[in-house]
Nanobody, 118 residues
Framework: QVRLVESGGGLAQPGGSLRLSCAAS????????MSWARQAPGKGLEWVSG????????YYADSVKGRFTISRDNVNNTLYLQMDNLTPEDTALYYC???????????RGQGTQVTVSS
C-alpha cells in the first residue's frame, strides 16, 4: 500500500521550532522527488519546499526561505522539514507529497497540524 504519513506537528510559540517527518512506504522513495505543502485556514494549498530524489536540488517558497530546511533520508524512507523562527502565519495543515512541486505531485499524506501561537 502506497502511503505517506506525516508527524511532528503541534503547538509552537512564535520564534520557536518544529521538525516535521514524513514516513513513506509502498513505493521506491529513493527515486522520487518529494515536497511539502501547507494549507492555512481559509486559504488555498501552498507548496513550500521540494527536494530532488538525491537531495541535490531544493527550493523554497519565499514565505519560508531562510527559515525552513527540507531534507531526506533515503535509507529510512523519510522526508523532513525543519521549521525555525516560526510565525503565526505558518499556522497550517502541513502535507508531505510525492513529487517536486504542485505540478508533479501524485500522492499526498493526511497532513499534520502546526499551530504557532503565544
Amino acid at each position: 500500500q502506497v502511503r505517506l504519513v506525516e508527524s511532528g506537528g503541534g503547538l509552537a510559540q512564535p520564534g520557536g521550532s518544529l521538525r516535521l517527518s514524513c514516513a513513506a512506504s509502498g513505493f521506491t522513495f529513493s527515486t522520487n522527488a518529494m515536497s511539502w505543502a501547507r494549507q492555512a485556514p481559509g486559504k488555498g494549498l501552498e507548496w513550500v519546499s521540494g527536494i530532488r530524489y538525491d537531495g541535490r536540488d531544493t527550493y523554497y517558497a519565499d514565505s519560508v526561505k531562510g527559515r525552513f530546511t527540507i531534507s531526506r533520508d533515503n535509507v529510512n524512507n523519510t522526508l523532513y522539514l525543519q521549521m525555525d523562527n516560526l510565525t503565526p502565519e505558518d499556522t497550517a495543515l502541513y502535507y508531505c507529497a510525492r513529487g517536486y512541486s504542485r505540478a508533479t505531485a501524485t500522492l499526498r499524506g493526511q497532513g499534520t497540524q502546526v499551530t504557532v501561537s503565544s
